[in-house]
């Protein structure tokens, strides 16, 4: 082929933030020469929306419903994590019954993921078919939801100490059904992802991220699991019901995207077994605890293994109805520095692909991070009136000015 | 063993079976049983309390005094996202869910609606 | 001098191929969505695309080069439309056949790949020049065995003239079976001509938008839709007529009823494998077409040659 040195600079090519590969914005830049990549890098924030600020004017019950609405498709982890946080700090217990409900539609949401993801996977590399099928089979999980929860998406299940609604023994029924159907396509799934040539050619071998770079770059989820790392927050460390259901955590250690369509795979037929259990083993009970208004001061964290991975909360109270910090670290930003490092040496045509494949979801990634400059010893903090004055004034040089703005945004709602 | 076009026997079975998609509107069978759309008030039980107000996340509903012990709610369907909170909140359960879903209008005006003791849904005037 | 009008204009020229060419779109895009289980268009959506991108406002990019920007749909149309005119659609003979055109129908479909390079190469955007190189690199690599499988078809029929293959064939029927290699390498090649999966490399959504066609708009890529709607049309054309060479003996109507068949016979199994495989990556088609079907194609010319020599005249 070419002789590299002849190439003139590199090809500066921007995916992002608006492409049609991605499903929410977010800014990678990419270095090419022809067809190679030779550097990329990643610029998060384009989906930063103030939720962690706007919790700490909200009563836990308003924030519940927020948090859920962080990301779309994992939004019962949020609130689930979220919820296990205040019961933590107030000291509650909530009753078995509803971990079990909590749990049923945990896994209800991971099929739905799964499904999800692998629908998207098959758009990135071309095989719309498999988008159409895998969306097809996904109805039967958002009818069922839509069923238990009254949502197709948010659910809204939760609420600080248990759940919601109650599951009836017809309900109970549908969802063995469902699960009947959605075992046989995923095994036929499973038998596309081994056998098909053109499948198996464009995930071999593509974004490789070998063992210790996945323990050094900290990636969680499938992502790291198909590198050989058995990290799975529900075994261990085992949250509402997990401690007494049996599954297994599935890894394998091809280290690459082909791995990680088998691990969500493998999640899904987990999945499977985890929700008859789930039915079979429920016992009665109330289905929630009455928590008092005013939360008493201290500080929680808690995980919650979502469908893409490890997702952390934090919580502190200080005696009040309202928070006085949340914190949400999202499982895609410990992935998301994994990517450059798999890009390295592959092809434009593998962008894709390589990108949905550590399932991103930017809007649950973009939240405040805090970087201190150990040469800069003073410490260099921004309140939040000098942060808004500034805006103001930006604003005013470019000609807009919110005076009267606001008044013609109240007067319409 | 890996083959190309391994999903052949399926696509062919696909051409021949009723395609998989929801004949809406024609096929208005709506949403399963529980699904959470309009409000729905019943201004006997009101006691004003304002429960529901105060736990309304996005601050949807108001609850306007007409006379002694006569409430009626207004709803701004726009800013309402159909959580549900309120219909836990009320202590004395004056607030349910539908299942009506199709809320769409072109004028938004139209989207704030006031729920009372005739029970309709009239329009804000 | 009427009648060369006629033909250039109506039937089988422009007219036709345009309505041809909505038709064959449809067909494709409902076979495409009956595969997934879905409903699929209407018959007039492809017409009502057409009517709505000629309704809107052209945007040029400042950088691009305006001309060619704008000239490039405009051959890319000709170019086919004037290949068909050699094909023969109805009958043995085509409109204008002379000995060679062959060659003239293989060059002729070869043109709109070069216009979609020159109108993404002068567009300026990154995205564009991507997708051009992709286009050309795409070319080298399905041009040879669909060239060697047709020509394999001349060599058997000892003419260069494409109404003279149809003329031999259609007297010696049996001698279609010889050829069946060459239909099936000939089918793969025209998907990559027609730039459909698992060739669509070069206007692959996911990774560089629409490749050629980011900048077009408005007029310009309704026309561009059109040159795709009339490559298959033309494509499909040259495929029924070189392998396909049923039904020619019998009244005008029934000949043009069997050739409708064909066409939708070719686009079925182009809509049916556009819905079984995954895109493939570009250094793995140049694999794949080089270790596979160019042999084969070699093998079918070797074939053709033997027969030549041993079978009686």
Same mark, same amino acid.
């Given at each position: 082929?070419?002789?590299?040195e002849?190439?003139?600079e ?13 499903k929410?914005?977010?800014?990678f ?5 022809g ?10 924030? +384009? *989906? ?29 982890s ?10 933590e700090?107030?000291? @509650?217990?909530i ?16 099929i ?27 109805e ?6 839509a069923?238990?929860?009254? *949502?197709r ?19 109970k ?16 799934y ?13 995930l ?6 070998s063992? #210790?770079?996945?323990v ?6 499938? !992502? ?7 990290r ?26 082909y791995?990680?369509t088998l ?5 899904l037929? #987990?999945?499977?077994s985890?929700?008859?259990?789930? $039915?079979?083993?429920?016992p ?18 808690s995980?919650y293994?979502a ?37 390295e ?18 809007s ?9 400059d150990s040469? *800069?010893?003073?410490?260099n903090?921004?309140t939040?009136e000098t ?11 470019q000609?807009?000015d919110?005076?009267?703005?606001n ?7 | 063993?890996s ?9 062919i ?21 529980g ?11 009101? $006691? ?9 996340p996005?601050?949807?509903? =108001? ?7 006569q ?9 309402c ?7 836990d ?10 299942? #009506? ?5 072109l ?19 | 001098m ?16 345009f ?11 409902k ?5 997934q *289980?879905?409903?699929?268009?209407p018959w007039?959506?492809?017409?009502a ?6 309704s809107?406002?052209e945007?040029? &990019?400042?950088e ?9 749909p @405009?051959?890319?149309? !000709? ?6 005119? +050699?094909?023969?659609?109805?009958? =043995? ?13 293989? +060059? ?7 216009? +979609? ?15 051009a190189?992709r286009?050309l ?5 399905y ?22 293959m149809?003329?031999?064939y ?14 099936g ?29 980011? =900048?077009?708009?408005?007029k ?21 007529a ?8 019998? &009244?005008?109507a ?12 070719i686009?079925?199994? $182009? ?14 088609? $140049?694999?794949f077409?080089?270790?596979y ?8 010319v ?8 041993v079978?009686?005249?």
């Amino acid at each position: 082929m070419h002789n590299s040195e002849h190439y003139s600079e590199d090809v500066k090519i921007p995916m992002g933030p608006q492409h049609p590969s991605l499903k929410e914005p977010e800014s990678f830049l990419i270095s090419l020469r022809g067809e190679k990549i030779t550097a990329s890098s990643v610029r998060l924030g +384009y *989906n930063h929306r103030g939720i962690e600020k706007a919790c700490e004017d909200r009563t836990y019950t308003q924030g519940l419903y927020l948090i859920e609405r962080i990301c779309g498709i994992c939004s019962h982890s949020h609130s689930t994590c979220f919820s296990q946080a205040v019961e933590e700090i107030a000291g @509650v217990e909530i009753p078995a019954r509803a971990k079990y409900l909590r749990t049923l539609i945990g896994e209800l949401e991971r099929i739905h993921s799964h499904l999800l993801w692998l629908g998207v996977a098959g758009h990135e590399i071309g095989f719309d078919t498999l988008l159409m099928y895998t969306w097809r089979d996904r109805e039967v999980v958002m009818d069922l939801l839509a069923a238990l929860t009254g *949502n197709r998406v948010n659910y809204g299940i939760n609420t600080i100490g248990g759940v919601r609604r109650d599951i009836s023994s017809k309900q109970k029924e549908e969802v063995l059904k469902g699960v009947a159907i959605l075992e046989t396509q995923t095994k036929y799934y499973i038998d596309l992802a081994k056998n098909e040539t053109t499948l198996l050619k464009r995930l071999q071998g593509v974004g490789v991220l070998s063992h #210790e770079d996945a323990v050094r770059l900290d990636a969680v989820g499938p !992502t790291a699991r198909a590198c050989g790392v058995k990290r799975d927050v529900r075994k261990d460390d085992p949250y509402a019901a997990y401690a007494e259901l049996d599954f297994k955590v599935i890894s394998v250690n091809s280290c690459d995207v082909y791995g990680r369509t088998l691990v969500r795979l493998g999640e899904l037929m #987990e999945s499977y077994s985890l929700i008859r259990q789930i $039915i079979s083993k429920i016992p009665e009970g109330a289905i929630a605890v009455k928590l008092p208004r005013k939360i008493p001061a201290g500080q929680a964290v808690s995980r919650y293994e979502a469908p893409r991975g490890e997702d952390l909360h934090y919580v502190r109270a200080n005696g009040t109805e309202k928070p006085d910090r949340v914190k949400v670290r999202a499982p895609t930003l410990a992935n998301i520095q994994s990517v450059s490092k798999m890009l390295e040496d592959r092809y434009l045509a593998d962008m894709p692909i390589v990108i949905a494949a550590i399932d991103p979801c930017f809007s649950c990634t973009d939240r405040l991070i805090a970087i201190r400059d150990s040469r *800069n010893k003073e410490k260099n903090t921004v309140t939040w009136e000098t942060i808004r004055l500034k805006g103001i004034e930006w604003y005013k040089g470019q000609g807009i000015d919110f005076k009267s703005l606001n008044k013609k945004l109240t007067e319409s709602f | 063993m890996s083959r190309p076009g391994k999903i052949a026997r399926l696509l062919i079975q696909s051409f021949f079976k009723k395609p998989a998609t929801g004949n809406y509107p024609a096929d208005r069978s709506g949403m399963p049983e529980g699904f959470r759309g309009k409000l729905k008030f019943n201004p006997q039980m009101c $006691i004003g309390c304002k429960m529901c107000m105060r736990d309304c996340p996005s601050g949807a509903i =108001e609850i306007i005094k007409l006379g002694e012990k006569q409430f009626e709610a207004h709803v701004n369907l726009a800013k309402c996202i159909y959580c549900g909170q309120c219909v836990d909140s009320c202590l004395k359960h004056a607030l349910e869910v539908t299942a #009506e879903f199709e809320l769409a209008r072109l004028d938004p005006a139209q989207l704030k609606v006031i729920l009372n003791a005739a029970n309709k849904a009239t329009l804000k005037e | 001098m009427l009648k060369a009008l006629f033909h250039i204009l109506i039937f089988p020229g422009l007219g036709f191929l345009f309505v041809f060419g909505f038709f064959v779109e449809y067909a494709d895009r409902k076979l495409y969505a009956r595969f997934q *289980n879905r409903i699929g268009p209407p018959w007039f959506q492809p017409l009502a695309d057409f009517i709505k991108l000629i309704s809107k406002e052209e945007v040029i &990019p400042e950088e691009a080069d305006s001309t060619v920007f704008k000239l490039m749909p @405009v051959f890319a149309i !000709t170019a086919s439309a004037a290949a068909i005119l +050699y094909i023969p659609t109805l009958g =043995e003979r085509s409109v204008f056949a002379f000995s060679g055109d062959v060659i003239v129908v293989l +060059y002729l479909l070869t043109i709109p790949t070069f216009t +979609y390079f020159l109108g993404g190469w002068y567009s300026r955007s990154v995205y564009s020049m991507i997708g051009a190189v992709r286009s050309l690199t795409q070319l080298f690599a399905y041009e040879v065995p669909l060239f060697l499988c047709i020509l394999a078809a001349a060599l058997l029929a000892d003419t260069w003239s494409l109404s003279g293959m149809v003329v031999f064939y259609s007297h010696h029927l049996g001698y279609w079976f010889c050829n069946i290699i060459g239909f099936g390498v000939a089918l793969i090649c025209l998907l990559g001509k027609l730039e459909k999966v698992p060739f669509d490399i070069p206007e692959a959504e996911t990774e560089i938008v629409a490749g050629s066609f980011t =900048e077009y708009n408005g007029k310009l890529l309704a026309f561009i839709r059109m040159s795709f709607n009339i490559e298959m049309v033309a494509g499909a054309s040259l495929l029924a007529a070189v392998f396909l060479p049923f039904g020619l003996h019998l &009244p005008a109507a029934v000949m043009f009823l069997f050739y409708l068949v064909q066409i939708i016979f070719i686009v079925a199994v $182009i809509s049916f494998l556009r819905s079984l495989f995954a895109r493939v990556r570009l250094d793995q088609m $140049i694999n794949f077409c080089w270790k596979y079907l160019a042999p084969l194609a070699f093998l079918q010319v070797l074939f053709n040659l033997i027969l030549k020599v041993v079978l009686p005249r």
